[in-house]
C-alpha cells in the first residue's frame, strides 16, 4: 500500500492495483480568497491540472471548500465514481450531480469490497453536520482518514481494533470561534490559548483510541495570507495550530502510536516507511514560510478580491424573502430551542440592518434595523452575503468560515441550534434531531 | 432501588471515577465531601467523561473539549445540554447513587464497598 499525501484531508491511497483519492483541494484561496494550504501546494509542484488523472475512486468527506473543491474536480475525470456518506439529506449529493458527478453513497459503517480485497468503510458524524470519515483497507494494510469529522466514540473503539497502520487526524481549529469575535485583548488570547490546549488534547485522545501504528495530524488548518488578516496565523491569536506543534503534542503523550510530520507530496509506502519528498522549505520554521508565501501570494490575494462579484441592489428584498422562508418552514419546537434574535448587519453600497426573530408570532420574521435585544450578531459586507441570498452558494456557512465576518453574542454562550440553522436549514432535519436531542 | 454504594474515602478528590453497571456507566466526582454522579457519556458525541479533566470544578470531556460543571452536569460550552444525574446520597462515609433502571450493579468491588 502506497499513501501520497496532498496537504489537509487529501490522500491518494494505493493498494490492490487500485487507487482512491480523498478530499482533493488543490486549488488555493478557499472561503472568499482566505484559505490558502500549510504550505502552498504549487510550490511542491501540485496543481489541478497536472494531477494524476488515473484515479478509480474520488471520496468526499464533506461540503466544505478545503474538502470539496469545484474547481479541483473539475479537472479530474468525470467518469471517477465520488464515494460518499449516505446523509439525512441530499443536499450534499445534490451539489455533487450537480457538478456532473457521479456519487454512489455508503452508509455509515458498512464495508465494502471495490475487488482484490481493497475495501473502504465510511464512517458519519455525530453532529449535525454532514461530515465523515474513510477508512481503506488493501494488501494486508489499513489507512484511515478522519478528514475533519467528529466521530462518536463508539465507531472510535471499533476503529482502534482495526489494526490501522497509517491515520490521518483532524487536529487544529477549523472555524472562526473566537477569532472573529468582539472580545477583548486579553479575553481573546485566553480563549485562543484555552482552544488549541484542548483541540490537541482532542487529538491525542482519538490517536490513543484508534491505536494507529504512525498517525499524521492532517486537516484542520488554515493559513491566511491576506495581508490584512495575517495575524490569524499567529499562535498567540488564532487556532490554526502548526502540524509539528501537534506532533510534539504527540510525542509528549507517550503513545504506542508514532506521530509523523508529513508534509503535501511526502509518501507512506508499506514497505519502505516514510519518503520525505516535500520540499525543504516545507520544514521551514511555519512563520517564516507563512511571512514569504504572504509576499508572493499578495497580488494574487488583491485579484481575487477584484474579481468578486458587486452585490445587486435588490438585496434587502431579497434578504427578507430569504429568511423569512427558512424560519416560516421551520416547526415552533425548532423555533423555540433556536430562540434567537439574529442580527445581520451587511455592509456596502447596497447593504443595511436586519433582524430575525426567531420568536415572532408570525411572519414577517425578518424586520429592518437591529433590535436593541439582539442575541447574535453577523456582520458581512454586501457582496459575500448576495449569491447565498440568489441561491448561486448554497452552503451559507462558507460566509462564516471565510474569516471575513464579525460575531458578537449576547450572552457569551454558543447557540448550537442557530448554528445548525445556519448550517443546514433544512426543517426536517432540525426537527428531528431537536426531537432527539 | 437498584443503586450503587462506595466508600466516600475510596473515592479521589478532584478526579472523575467511572464505575459500570449493567445498564448503565456512571462518571463519580467528589469535591470534598460532595459527591455527583452522571452518566459517563458525553451528549455531544458519547466520550467517557471519566476520561476528561477537571479544573476548578469543570470537567472537560477528553474528545472534542465540552466542559460541564461537575455539580450540576450543566454543559458550559452548549448551554442546552445536561448531563443526566443520578440520585447521590453520602452518609457516614458511605456514598449511595440511586440507578434509574433495574439491573444489577456489576461494579469494581475495589472501589465499590458494596452494591446492591
Known amino acids: ?437 | 432501588m437498584p443503586h450503587i454504594e462506595i466508600l466516600l474515602e475510596n473515592l479521589p478528590s478532584g478526579a472523575p471515577v467511572r464505575i459500570e453497571h449493567a445498564a448503565a456507566a456512571v462518571v463519580v466526582f467528589r469535591t470534598g465531601e460532595s459527591v455527583s454522579a452522571f452518566e459517563d457519556s458525553c451528549p455531544h458525541a458519547h466520550w467517557r467523561l471519566s476520561e476528561g479533566e477537571v479544573t476548578a470544578g469543570v470537567l472537560e470531556c477528553p474528545g472534542h473539549g465540552w466542559e460541564f460543571n461537575i455539580l450540576t452536569g450543566h454543559c458550559l460550552s452548549v448551554p442546552a445540554y445536561r448531563l443526566k444525574p443520578y440520585h447521590v446520597t453520602v452518609s457516614n462515609g458511605v456514598v449511595r447513587i440511586d440507578c434509574d433502571e433495574a439491573s444489577s450493579v456489576v461494579c469494581d468491588m475495589t472501589i465499590c464497598g458494596k452494591a446492591g
Open chain 1, 1 to 437: 500500500m502506497r499513501v501520497t499525501y496532498f496537504g489537509q484531508a487529501c490522500t491518494l491511497i494505493e493498494a490492490a492495483g487500485r487507487k482512491i483519492l480523498t478530499d482533493p483541494w488543490l486549488t488555493e484561496g478557499a472561503y472568499f480568497g482566505s484559505w490558502f494550504h500549510t504550505h502552498l501546494l504549487e510550490d511542491a509542484g501540485v496543481t489541478p491540472w497536472a494531477f494524476p488523472k488515473d484515479i478509480d475512486y474520488i471520496f468526499i468527506s464533506h461540503e466544505h471548500q478545503d474538502h470539496l473543491d469545484a474547481a479541483s474536480l473539475w479537472r479530474l475525470p468525470r467518469d471517477i465514481p465520488i464515494l460518499i456518506c449516505k446523509f439525512a439529506t441530499p443536499k450534499f449529493r445534490n451539489y455533487l450531480e450537480a457538478l456532473g458527478r457521479k456519487t454512489c453513497e455508503l452508509s455509515s459503517g458498512e464495508a465494502v469490497e471495490l475487488g482484490d480485497g481493497f475495501r473502504v468503510t465510511i464512517f458519519a458524524t455525530a453532529e449535525y453536520t454532514n461530515d465523515s470519515a474513510i477508512l481503506v483497507e488493501g494488501e494486508g494494510f489499513t489507512v484511515f482518514n478522519e478528514t475533519d469529522c467528529k466521530l462518536g466514540y463508539a465507531d472510535l473503539q471499533e476503529l482502534g481494533k482495526r489494526q490501522i497502520d497509517i491515520g490521518f487526524y483532524m487536529f487544529s481549529g477549523a472555524n472562526w470561534y473566537p477569532m472573529m469575535y468582539n472580545y477583548s485583548e486579553p479575553q481573546m488570547t485566553g480563549l485562543v490559548r484555552h482552544r488549541r490546549r484542548a483541540l490537541l488534547r482532542s487529538l491525542v485522545q482519538r490517536v490513543k483510541l484508534t491505536r494507529p501504528r504512525i498517525a499524521v495530524p492532517a486537516a484542520g488548518p488554515c493559513t491566511v495570507l491576506d495581508p490584512d488578516r495575517l495575524w490569524l496565523n499567529s499562535p498567540e491569536r488564532g487556532i490554526f495550530i502548526d502540524p509539528e506543534e501537534a506532533v510534539t503534542a504527540l510525542q509528549s503523550a507517550g503513545l504506542g502510536s508514532e506521530p509523523a510530520y508529513l508534509a503535501a507530496t511526502d509518501v507512506w509506502d508499506s514497505r519502505s516507511g516514510i519518503e520525505r519528498r516535500a520540499p525543504a522549505a516545507f520544514r521551514a520554521p511555519r512563520q517564516e514560510y507563512i511571512r514569504d508565501a504572504a509576499l508572493r501570494m499578495e497580488p494574487r490575494v488583491t485579484a481575487m478580491r477584484a474579481a468578486e462579484p458587486p452585490a445587486a441592489c435588490d438585496l434587502p428584498g431579497r434578504l427578507v424573502t430569504y429568511f423569512d422562508a427558512l424560519v416560516e418552514a421551520l416547526t415552533p419546537a425548532v423555533r423555540h430551542r433556536i430562540n434567537a434574535k439574529l442580527a445581520l448587519a451587511v455592509t456596502g453600497p447596497c447593504g443595511g440592518s436586519w433582524t430575525v426573530d426567531f420568536l415572532a408570532p408570525a411572519s414577517p420574521y425578518t424586520r429592518e434595523g437591529i433590535a436593541a435585544d439582539w442575541t447574535y450578531k453577523i456582520e458581512v459586507e454586501d457582496k459575500l452575503i448576495y449569491p447565498f441570498l440568489t441561491g448561486r452558494e448554497l452552503f451559507f456557512e462558507d460566509i462564516l468560515l471565510s474569516l471575513r465576518v464579525r460575531f458578537a453574542r449576547r450572552p457569551d454562550e454558543y447557540n448550537e441550534p442557530l448554528y445548525h440553522f445556519l448550517y443546514e436549514p433544512d426543517p426536517g432535519k432540525l426537527h428531528n434531531w431537536y426531537a432527539t436531542h
